[in-house]
């Protein structure tokens, strides 16, 4: 198993500003993802972070609202960026295992966008 | 593509009793499947899994079905606790490197 830590773990924003959350995994993983979670909904996946490249990005979602470095093997970050209110959710960091199996999520950082 | 915004369906359970989470997958060619929990407040916490070269799998409490017919997965927990009291999100692989797409979720509440 990974043991996945978000941060921060919640904040409140002003509309028109960035978060940058960060992703820290105990152990090297080839890829991380980035979810978000809307209020009373299931997950959505934002993106794929692969070490050395550029992120994959889901449909729906793009770089410049939601750019995501991938420095190392250990480590990603997800930023938020000229939020609205509608950007209020749970973004929540995963890892898979080299199999491709059990991916295991982060606690998740609650957002909310004023 | 995401989920519209409609409130997580619920499913109250009295103590004791079993419950059963149903989730419809939708890639026939999906071949991996995990059932996840989610407390409030807490990221998604792995429950079970199963492939799809099965239709049954069980863990402590738990059981996993799968129909492949249909589309179709099932994750019954016996002997409810109010621990148990949680979203259940159902996930199916993508590819080989951990990517999900998941189901609608199920809020279970438990009651006394």
């Known amino acids: 198993s990974a043991v996945i830590s978000q941060k921060p773990s919640r904040d409140i924003c002003q509309r028109g500003t960035s978060l940058t959350i960060q992703c820290q995994v105990d152990?090297?993983?080839?890829?991380m993802f980035w979810y978000r979670q809307q209020p009373g909904q299931s997950l959505t996946l934002i993106a794929t972070a692969n070490q050395g490249s550029e992120a994959t990005y889901e449909s729906g979602f793009v770089i410049d609202k939601f750019p995501i470095s991938r420095p190392n093997l250990t480590f990603s970050t997800l930023t938020v960026s000229n939020m609205s209110p509608e950007d209020s959710s749970i973004y929540l960091c995963?890892?898979?295992?080299?199999?491709?199996?059990?991916?295991?999520f982060g606690q998740g950082t609650r957002l909310t966008v004023v | 593509g995401e989920n519209v915004g409609l409130h997580l369906p619920t499913l109250s359970v009295q103590e004791g009793d079993n419950s059963i989470i149903n989730c419809a997958y939708s890639?026939?060619?999906?071949?991996?499947f995990i059932w996840y929990k989610q407390e409030s407040g807490k990221g998604p916490q792995f429950i079970i899994d199963i492939r799809s070269n099965m239709d049954k799998r069980q863990g402590q409490r738990v059981t996993v079905l799968l129909n492949k017919t249909v589309k179709h997965l099932s994750l019954q927990i016996a002997a409810t606790q109010p621990g148990d009291s949680a979203v259940y999100f159902c996930?199916?692989?993508?590819?080989?490197?951990?990517?999900?797409?998941f189901g609608a979720g199920t809020q279970v509440v438990v009651t006394p």
């Open positions: 996930a199916e692989l993508t590819d080989s490197w951990g990517k999900l797409q």
């Open positions: 890639n026939s060619a999906s071949d991996y």
């Open positions: 995963s890892v898979g295992t080299d199999r491709g199996t059990e991916a295991f």
């Open positions: 152990s090297q993983v080839t890829m």
